[in-house]
């Protein structure tokens, strides 16, 4: 057996050791082992978690956060109603006009009142009525105006400079969801989850709990030398043997198996590598085993207690379909059922952990067309799954230990196609949790511009870049480090992990929205 | 120019695969286009391949590259015809036609009942069916490759909603996809699936006076993943770089640009070109039921009159809007571009052959895709040819081949054995759960993105060290190799698919659709070493190593087959032992990592 789970002590000293190796270079990692040392100092029991919630597809943020000042609210509508179907929200306090997600059946824009308005005033989706309580009540909801990658501070005039470092593939979904995740494109191989985790990992007593996806393999949860794990929503899945420990009616035929899916005898790098992660699923699943039955889904505190517990049906997990009007079942919310599950299980013995990362995930985004009847049910989704976890993480007294952040490839065009949205750059995104200072905006809200005489280009907007795509004015480094900061990290790991903020002043590195 | 080094395993022929390895080695150093070169350098011609295959496991290593699973009967099929002429043969056989098995099993389900459909099950069950039992082994495998790169999916739910219409694609795919690239690339664009899928069927034109603008997304996405990618290539697959940088192919004025040709199509409608034709498919009540897969129509009044840039040609403005000029002009520019060749020939390899290719291995396809030999670009079946004899395709190293696809691994299986259908339908189903089946259904791609991408690299792993992308294991986790060895555990022990009850033996039972005859090996129950090595020819191809060997016959051993009493009342157990013995043997077989990498 090659790939061990209690590691997390042998890689601490083969990271250490490496440290001490390139301190006599000096440079910054001379810093980065001080750091070290100050973040495994951190308290006993001290246990804090970050969760990534990506919505894959390039989220339609315009729509899903709004000025509703008189001029941007103006220009908004101006834009996004066109035939044939209008997909300008309408203003707030609009009376609901009958069923369905055309923007008069939704009815207005949900108000919300940031702290610092800017001079401005906002509201959200029309089915977003879980997260304004949460904004504007709670104080548990952030917003990020205008997030998105950048190398570097860049101004609509260098946008237009070939000189100007600019992300790669920008509007590209697979690139800019590796790019969100890691900074690199396509074939990238260590996200900021993951290098949080690499730096963090010795707080924990097995690195394999410190990067979790109940998602598919996302490459923001993989480090320098963390792996992500991935449970289901349902819990973690025991391969071949049934309780008893047989096969076939054979304890010989589950010991050969666990022998032969976990090693490669061929020598064949592909072997090895899936061997490994079989390695990883028998060892992870036999430690999560108890500690997930004693923490079912059935438990009040997670889901509706019942006989036979049924995720589908669970009240907690549906929630209102503004299409049919009808309750439906929200695998975010429950996907976000086993992150709270696994949080409450981490001080277990079996899980041990002080730092998680989690990744979550919900698709159908990539609204080109039918925008009305596909994006009012991913907001409500949303917005229902990310209520769900905050009353579920006060449940298991964990509100202000958990801090969620959406994600998504790109935002998308201010301008219509008819029906729907083309691919953009920057989005506004939220950040969720106790520790979080809610009720608020962090950056500048872009203005939103209008249509020139001859094409679609914004000049009037200085956020604006062709179709209206927003130039993003706050980075994904910003945002992580922002993030990083709460999670323990120093300003030289943060430096190590976020390559691209060094370009930014020390003031802008923190965009404060963290306790 | 980086040369390949090929590790080989000792075994049988060692010296001719040394010498195929030099053939290589010679391709690699003259024929691959250096970095900065000319991208149409010609590639030194391939010397003469090895024409049949030196023995069975030989033979067996093409059939997993060019079928669903190498048989007994296509392994004789093949030593004695060759390469070559099996590859020719099977261009020839008839297509099977999903489109007529979906409507077979929907007209006998409506015979039931009226309000019955055969659904996207019956999608499936056809896509099982032919890779079970079809006879067009080769077409079938290709369409199931050109269908992760012109990827439409039923996870969509307009795409789902019409499965006769998807069957009709892979049709399409499997017509145009074994001609020629050109009018694959049109059967792809104009294919209603593909216009719902990605957003163009209906797309209108810029109207300038408000602002609207025409959807940018099959204009995007044709050039990204349909024909030449992101970035420049060599004639070997290599990007192109300027300063360490790669070079884009495009930016976003081309796809404004192209996106105006992609404007004014919409269903094939009886009063074509209607108004509400455009809009809803039908007028005054009349709508062509077929008119999910007919071919998109063009609908002048809404297809854009601007003048269309992209990739450094311009379709002229024109007076009235003429969207099959647009089209043909923009389809010839796209299929023209150097890129092609490489972008989608190393893409086929990926899908067929190894997921790291030489430059020389992709360069030589590149080649044939350029110039079938007679001055013809875009020949497929040339460019399949090409791939499946290609010297590189027959080496075995520690880094060729590819992990298998889940789809791959029950192929095999289903293959390996004398497998029936009850209903003759082939219902395996929806294979999409990772936790239960195998994280993989065809034509449910989770995006146009397919279920992996070429240039996936798995963090963290050994291949990842080595610098090799592994696309199919971007859908390797936990749970899903979990759910594999739990799916293929029952699917041995209680055959594949939807349960029904059907008559046996003069009674009914319940049973799983798919059932196995394991009588052959059955007959071995008594004898484990001889049942392990008759697997490992079915399934590993006589290249399973000695100590998986022993492994799997102690396990197996250790299943007691009780002595049949003078009375034979214990039959019952006898036969429940010997049956655990082959369930044991073949489930640790395809357990195994060895078995789950195509080598």
Redesign the interface.
């Known amino acids: 057996m090659t790939d061990k789970i209690d590691a997390s002590r042998r890689m601490f000293l083969r990271h250490a050791g490496t440290m001490t190796a390139l301190t006599a270079v000096g440079g910054p990692l001379a810093l980065n082992l001080l750091a070290m040392g100050t973040a495994s100092a951190q308290a006993a029991g001290d246990y804090k978690a970050i969760v990534c919630l990506f919505m894959?597809?390039g989220n339609d943020s315009i729509n899903m956060v709004l000025p509703t000042d008189a001029a941007s609210f103006a220009n908004y509508t101006?834009?996004r109603n066109?035939?044939?179907d209008s997909i300008a929200l309408l203003a707030p306090g609009t009376p609901s006009g009958g069923s369905g997600t055309s923007p008069a059946a939704l009815g207005g824009v949900l108000p919300i009142n940031p702290a610092n308005a800017q001079g401005r005033s906002f509201a959200l989706h029309p089915v977003m009525g879980e997260l304004q309580t949460m904004f504007d009540t709670d104080k548990r909801l952030a917003i990020l105006p205008n997030v998105g990658p950048l190398i570097m501070p860049t101004t609509k005039t260098q946008y237009g400079q070939n000189s100007h470092p600019k992300p790669?593939?920008l509007?590209?979904?697979?690139?800019q969801q590796n790019i969100w995740q890691s900074f690199l494109p396509?074939?990238?191989?260590?996200g900021w989850g993951?290098r949080m985790g690499d730096l963090l990992a010795s707080m924990n007593a097995r690195s394999v709990f410190t990067s979790i996806?109940v998602s598919?393999?996302a490459?923001w949860l993989?480090g320098e030398?963390?792996?992500?794990?991935?449970?289901?929503a349902?819990g973690?899945?025991?391969?071949?043997a049934n309780a008893s420990g047989q096969?076939?009616?054979?304890t010989?035929?589950a010991?050969?198996?666990e022998?032969?899916?976990q090693?490669?005898?061929?020598?064949?790098?592909?072997?090895?590598?899936?061997?490994?992660?079989?390695a990883?699923?028998?060892q992870?699943?036999s430690l999560l085993r108890a500690v997930l039955a004693a923490r079912p889904p059935s438990d009040a505190r997670f889901g509706t207690p019942a006989t036979n517990y049924n995720p589908n049906t669970d009240p907690k997990l549906q929630y209102l379909n503004p299409a049919t009007g009808a309750s439906a079942f929200n695998s975010l919310a429950q996907q976000l059922q086993m992150v709270a599950r696994l949080v409450d299980a981490s001080s277990a013995p079996e899980i041990g952990a002080r730092r998680q990362v989690f990744f979550v995930s919900i698709?159908g985004f990539?609204t080109?067309?039918a925008q009305n009847a596909n994006h009012a049910q991913l907001m409500a989704r949303l917005a229902h799954a990310m209520r769900y976890f905050d009353t579920t993480l006060a449940a298991i007294g964990a509100q202000d230990k958990v801090t969620a952040f959406t994600a998504s490839d790109f935002g998308r065009?201010f301008?219509?196609?008819?029906d729907?949205t083309?691919?953009g750059w920057g989005a506004h995104h939220f950040v969720m949790g106790g520790a979080v200072r809610g009720g608020d905006l962090y950056g500048a809200f872009p203005a939103y511009g209008t249509?020139n005489a001859?094409d679609?280009n914004f000049d009037d907007s200085l956020d604006q870049i062709?179709?209206g795509s927003l130039l993003p004015t706050t980075s994904v480094d910003q945002l992580g480090a922002t993030l990083g900061r709460w999670f323990g990290l120093s300003d030289s790991q943060l430096l190590d992990i976020f390559p691209n903020l060094v370009n930014w002043n020390l003031s802008q590195r923190n965009l404060g929205f963290m306790i | 120019m980086p040369t390949q080094l090929f590790i080989i395993r000792p075994r049988r022929g060692v010296v001719r695969i040394f010498a195929l390895v030099f053939t290589v080695m010679l391709l690699a150093a003259c024929g691959g286009g250096s970095p900065g070169g000319d991208s149409n350098d010609p590639v030194a011609p391939v010397p003469a391949v090895v024409e049949k295959p030196a023995d069975r496991a030989q033979a067996a290593r093409f059939l997993t590259q060019a079928t669903f699973g190498p048989t007994d009967a296509d392994i004789d099929r093949l030593m004695s015809i060759g390469y070559s002429a099996w590859i020719d043969e099977q261009f020839g056989k008839p297509a099977t036609s999903h489109r007529a098995n979906w409507e077979t099993q929907d007209a006998a389900m409506k015979s039931i009942d009226a309000t019955r459909s055969a659904g996207q099950d019956g999608v499936y069950n056809s896509f099982w069916k032919a890779a079970v039992t079809g006879e067009d082994q080769l077409r079938q495998r290709v369409v199931f490759a050109l269908s992760q790169i012109f990827v439409i999916s039923m996870q969509d739910a307009t795409v789902g909603d019409n499965p006769r219409a998807v069957a009709d694609y892979m049709d399409m795919l499997a017509d145009k996809g074994l001609g020629n690239y050109r009018q694959l690339l049109e059967g792809v664009s104009r294919h209603p699936m593909m216009g719902v899928y990605l957003s163009h069927l209906r797309n209108r034109k810029a109207d300038p006076r408000t602002g609207r603008v025409p959807d940018e997304n099959y204009a995007r996405e044709v050039m990204q993943l349909f024909s030449i990618g992101l970035h420049q290539l060599e004639s070997d697959g290599t990007v192109k770089q300027n300063g360490g940088q790669p070079l884009e192919t495009y930016g976003q004025a081309d796809i404004a640009g192209l996106a105006k040709v992609f404007t004014g199509f919409s269903w094939s409608c009886p009063s074509w070109p209607d108004n509400a034709c455009f809009s809803n498919g039908s007028a005054d009540g009349l709508s062509d039921p077929d008119r999910g897969f007919k071919p998109m129509l063009g609908y002048p009044q809404y297809h854009s009159t601007e003048e269309k840039s992209f990739l450094g040609t311009t379709i002229a403005a024109q007076g009235y809007g003429s969207p099959e000029a647009s089209l043909t002009a923009a389809l010839d520019h796209l299929a023209a571009h150097p890129n092609v060749g490489p972008f989608i020939g190393k893409q086929l390899i990926q899908r067929l052959v190894t997921s790291n290719p030489s430059p020389a291995y992709v360069a030589a396809v590149a080649a044939t895709f350029n110039d079938n030999g007679s001055g013809v670009r875009g020949d497929m079946k040339a460019v399949i040819k090409r791939i499946l004899m290609h010297p590189e395709a027959r080496l075995v190293s520690a880094k060729s081949g590819k992990v298998r696809e889940p789809v791959m691994r029950l192929s095999a299986f289903l293959r390996a054995f004398p497998f029936s259908s009850d209903s003759g339908w082939w219902r395996v189903g929806n294979t999409d759960n990772p936790a239960t089946a195998l994280g993989q259904t065809p034509m449910r791609a989770p995006s146009v993105f397919n279920f992996w991408r070429p240039g996936y690299v798995a963090p963290g792993t050994q291949a990842s060290a080595a610098g090799l992308v592994a696309p199919e294991m971007q859908i390797a986790q936990e749970t899903s190799a979990a759910g594999y060895v739990n799916y293929m555990r029952d699917n041995i022990a209680f055959g594949v698919g939807a349960s029904a009850t059907v008559p046996v033996n003069g009674g009914n039972i319940t049973r799983r659709d798919l059932q196995p005859d394991f009588a052959a090996e059955l007959a071995l129950a008594e004898q484990p070493g001889a049942l392990v090595d008759r697997l490992n020819d079915k399934l590993m191809y006589g290249a399973m190593a000695a100590d998986l060997r022993t492994e799997i016959v102690g396990a197996v051993s250790s299943i007691a087959i009780p002595a049949l009493n003078a009375t034979g009342s214990n039959q019952a157990q006898v036969n429940t032992a010997k049956r655990n013995r082959v369930n044991a043997a073949i489930f640790l077989t395809v357990i195994s990592p060895e078995y789950q990498v195509q080598k």
């Open positions: 894959f597809g101006t834009i066109q035939a044939p790669k593939s509007f590209s979904h697979n690139d396509e074939g990238a191989t260590k993951g996806s598919g393999n490459v993989s030398n963390i792996r992500q794990y991935q449970v289901s349902n973690a899945i025991r391969m071949g096969i076939y009616g054979s010989a035929v010991a050969a198996m022998r032969i899916v090693a490669s005898r061929g020598g064949h790098v592909f072997e090895s590598d899936l061997a490994a992660v079989s990883r699923s028998i992870a699943e698709g990539d080109h067309d065009t301008t219509s196609n008819g729907g083309d691919h249509k001859n679609n062709g179709n």
